[in-house]
C-alpha cells in the first residue's frame, strides 16, 4: 500500500475514569465518573466516565447531578489534573518513539505524521498497532487509532470502534470510507450546521459531498460550503504542527489610566506573571531569565532583567522576580504600562514538571489553577497574596534601560 502521507490519530480511552481505574484496582471493573469542582457540586459537570458508567448513558459534559441519578452506584471522583498529565506524557513520549512529528491535542489525544518513519519501521498501520500494545502494556491504557492520509480521516478513523479500536482508511479511500456515516461524525459540524442540512434532506457524509456545490454555497455561503463539502470527502490539507519552543514569553498590559499605586502594580504584574508561567508549562518549558518592562506616563521606558541559577516555571517564583525587578526599578511616578517576559526558555525536566508524588505543593497548585483557566478562562481563580520572598541570584541587573516610544 503506497502512503503519500500517513497520519495517525491516537486517542485514549475513557481516559481520566481509566487513569483513576489504574490506580485505585478497586474501581476496575467499576462504573467511575469523574467530574465536578469540589467544593460546589451543584455546578459541576462530568469530564470523563468509565465505560462501565456510560452503559447507563452518563457522558462528558453532562451535569453531575443527572449523571448520578443515571448511575446512582457509580463512584464520582474529582478531577486530579496533575495524574493526567503525568500518564499523558508517558503515553506522548513512546508516541515520539516512533516520530519527532507529534501534535497533541489534548491530554489524550495527538496527531502523529509517520510518513517519514515507513522505510525504518514498516506500514502505518503496524506502527499503529504497535503504539497501541505498548500503551497497554507500559501505560495500562487503552486506546484507539485511527491511519488515514490526512488529520481529518484519521480523527474520525480513531473515533470509529471505540474502545481498542484500530481503523485504517487506505489513499485514495477516503471519500468512500466517510460516505455511509452520518453528518455528526465530521469534526466541526456542530448540531447547527446538521440541523441546516437536514434541512436540505442530507443525513450522510456521502449525501453532503454529492450536492451540487452552487446550491450549498447559496444556503451556507461560499467559504462554509466549499470547506464542508471538502472535508465530507476527506480531503483535509492541515500539516501534524509540532508545538515549537519559543526563544521568550511576555505578556504586558497597558492601562486605561496610569497607576500609582504600589498594591495595584503589584497586583497586575502577579497577573502578568501567572499568565507567562501557565505559558510556560503549557508547553512543558522553564526559563532562565526574567525581564520586566515599565513604561511611564511620559513614554519613558525601562526594562530590567534578573537570571535564575536554575531554569524556572511556576507561578510564585515568577511573580517574585517580577515584582523585586519591579520594586528596585520603580521612581514612584504614575504606570502607563507594565509587563512580565520570560526568555532563555529550556525543555522542562520532565520529572520536575510531572511527577505528582515529588512535585513541591505550589508545582501542583500550578497546575491545579491551569486545569482551572484552562476550563472557565477569565473567570477561574488566580492566586491571591503576594508570594513570600526567598533568596534569588540577580545576576544580570539593570541590562537595558530603553526609551521605545510607542505603545
Ligand atoms: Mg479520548
Redesign the pocket.
Known sequence: MQWPRAVIHV?????YASVEQLRRPELRGRAVIVGGGGDDERRGVVSAASYEARKFGVHSAMPLGRARRLCPHAVVLPVDFTAYRKASSEVFALARQLTPQVEPVSL??AYLDVTGSIAWLGPPEQMATGLRDRIANVCHLDA?CGVATSKLVAKVASDLRKPRGMVVVPAGEEAAFLAPLPLRRLPGLGPAAERQLAGLGLATLGALAAYPIAALRRRLGEHAATSLSERARGIDRSPVTVPERPKSVSREETFVTDVLQRSELHRRLRACSADVGRQLRRGGWSARTATLKLRYADFTTHSRQATWPTPQHGDTVLAEAALRLFDGAWSGEPVRLLGMGVSGIVDAAQLDLFDAAGAPRDTRLDHTLDALRERFGKAAPRRGGAPALRDLDFRGEDLRADGEGDD
Do not use: N, P
Open positions: 486517542d485514549l480511552d475513557a481516559f489524550d489525544e484507539s
